[in-house]
């Protein structure tokens, strides 16, 4: 498999691929690089953290007492934090790489937030497990989720007074897009999905006297539907498979649709609504390496970040500094703007973000410098610039970067081909022009005078 193809199908499914790991795949085909991928994402390991004290607290008088409240919301807030945080680590070091992927890409489909961190855990676990199975399964766990339920008002649905928000985000959002489906398929949908509720622990349960035994006329058929009889119905439409797909393409291939390409996609899918599949299709597809796929789409803030990590391991000495990051930039996981989620591509940048994405590399990795020193600058000149920057910016963000980790995954490049493993996308003649007359200090100063370009917001 060609270099190039390989760099672009790691920085899609993936955050980049270093450069020991890209030799290794240089050796063997398409399909066997791609099998490999799936292989390691067969397995779904869980992100959690410790909740033994909301589990006391939870699994207590939780509900007559007001103090107990008060400590689950104030322990949870800390521990959505720290999860956060745990998922920047996941990604950065995946052992199911394309799971992981996933798991981010669905995050931004089945979008739910909530305050309670066991729920919260829970839903993005059932993320993590369904990312590559079954689409059907994947709805059906996911309109039985705790954070679900609350975050859409199901658990407030009722026969006696239907709330139609889980109804409506289903198929708007979740399975079918705007336009294919009417007023009444939401109202008796809504009458389907009554009585679904939860326990304090985040359990699903059914509620049989708060659900709607009677008969509901949904897309041309009647019956005694519930929720799991909607999904079906929804998902014997096609256009499910295309939307779905549209959406995989939009992220993983071009921000502009390609219908021919998003309709093969769609045969496969519908199918059997098998996620690996057509993940599996449209990796060994030609198309997907086609050269106006390549280093075309913006990263989102996460894939900048966490690209950066992938190349220079960085730890932050304060946690709250890596959500302050993820706050400037735009994009704070477990914490969307709403419930369609963040809109991406050109959206990511604007007259706010962009010096801050430019400034990323240098602020976290090289006290906010960037060398721009011309040729021939002498060392003595370049060791006071660094310590100006270092006494002005120290108190910003405190990190650890390990540099011996970049040096050894990057010691058999050559400095002047750090470009190719760096960026997704060829400079544009004036950058070229402009890096080419600047000092190559070292290695580690030209990797941050790299992701400093605009190129580097590409992938």
Known sequence: MKQKHIQHLYWRIGFGIL???????????????????????????????DTSELDDLMYGSYEKSKENRMKIQKISREKIKALNVAWIDRLANPKELLREKMTLFWANHFVCQDNNYVYSQ????????????????????????????????????????????????????????????TEDDIKESARAFTGYSHNLQGEFVFRKRAHDEGI?????????????????????????????CGKIYRYFVNDTIDENHVNDMANVFYKDYNIENVMRYMMLSDWFYDEKNIGIKIKSPIELLVGIKNVVPVDFKNPKQ??????????????????????????????????????????????????????????????????????????????????????????????????????????????????????????????????????????
């Not at 790991?21 to 994402?41: G, P, W």
């Open 19 to 49: 450069p020991n790991a890209l030799q290794k795949c240089s050796k063997k085909s398409k399909k066997a690089v791609i099998d490999n991928l799936l292989r390691a994402s067969k397995e779904a390991t869980p992100l959690t953290l």
């Open 216 to 244: 509901k006329a949904f897309f041309g058929k009647s019956g005694n539907f519930n929720g799991d009889d909607i999904i079906d119905i929804i998902l014997e439409n096609k256009q499910c498979a295309t939307y779905i």
């Open 122 to 181: 829970k839903f993005h676990n059932t993320l993590r497990t369904h990312a590559l199975g079954n689409f059907k399964d994947f709805v059906v766990a996911i309109s039985k989720e705790a954070a679900m339920t609350k975050y859409l008002n199901t658990k407030q649905n009722r026969k006696q007074k239907p709330n139609e928000n889980f109804a409506r985000e289903l198929m708007e959002l979740f399975t079918l897009g705007v336009g294919n489906y």
């Open 322 to 459: 890596l959500l302050y990051i993820q706050k400037l930039l735009g994009q704070i996981l477990l914490s969307p703007p709403n419930v369609a989620g963040w809109k991406g591509g050109r959206n990511w940048i604007d007259s706010n973000t962009i010096v801050m994405r430019l400034k990323l590399s240098s602020l976290i990795l090289n006290n906010a410098y960037i060398s721009k020193a011309k040729e021939g600058t002498s060392d003595a000149a370049l060791d006071m610039k660094k310590q100006a920057f270092k006494k002005n910016f120290r108190k910003r963000f405190k990190t650890e970067s390990n540099w011996n980790y970049f040096n050894n995954q990057f010691k058999n490049v050559d400095i002047n081909d750090l470009e190719n493993h760096i960026l997704a996308c060829n400079m544009n003649e004036s950058a070229s022009a402009y890096l080419k007359s600047l000092s190559k200090v070292s290695k580690q100063e030209h990797c941050v005078q790299l992701m400093s370009l605009p190129e580097y917001q590409m992938c």
